[in-house]
């Protein structure tokens, strides 16, 4: 099985960036200890800061991977274009947000992506990536 993980932007900067919202860990300990936990799945990750990029590794990967968990973060609220590349691709696409998107501010609450991806994980923090990986998992067994 393998798996790849996109998160947008400012992701790279958890660990540093708001703590009392996004905890203290940076995601790549965080992908280590989801790597050890799941050592017969291939996790792949890729980070931008960039829509285009990301759209690119959505098409890239998006018909050949089992399945993508996409953290898209304030592109979630903003981009059209994100959303059209998870129409056209058929690997399934699980919405992640480490945060409670719905309790926050108003402008968060809505969510351009999650009407084309098969479910939304928000507000357990990182173990939201653990949940959607134990998703994808199940459903390859069916």
Request: glycine fraction near 10%.
């Amino acid at each position: 099985m393998q798996i790849l993980i996109i998160n947008g932007p400012n992701l790279n900067l958890l660990g540093t960036r708001e703590p009392t919202v996004y905890g203290n860990q940076t995601f790549e300990e965080y992908l280590g200890v989801l790597k050890n936990k799941y050592p017969n799945i291939k996790i792949d990750y890729f980070q931008s800061n960039v829509e285009g990029l990301i759209i690119d590794e959505l098409q890239r990967a998006g018909f050949t991977v089992d399945g993508i968990i996409l953290n898209a973060g304030g592109y979630t609220h903003t981009s059209v274009a994100i959303r059209d590349a998870i129409s056209a691709i058929t690997s399934p696409v699980l919405e992640v947000h480490i945060s409670n998107i719905h309790a926050r501010e108003e402008f968060r609450k809505s969510s351009l992506i999650s009407e084309k991806v098969v479910g939304s994980i928000a507000g357990l923090g990182l173990d939201g990536y653990r949940l959607a990986v134990e998703y994808l998992l199940q459903q390859s067994t069916k």
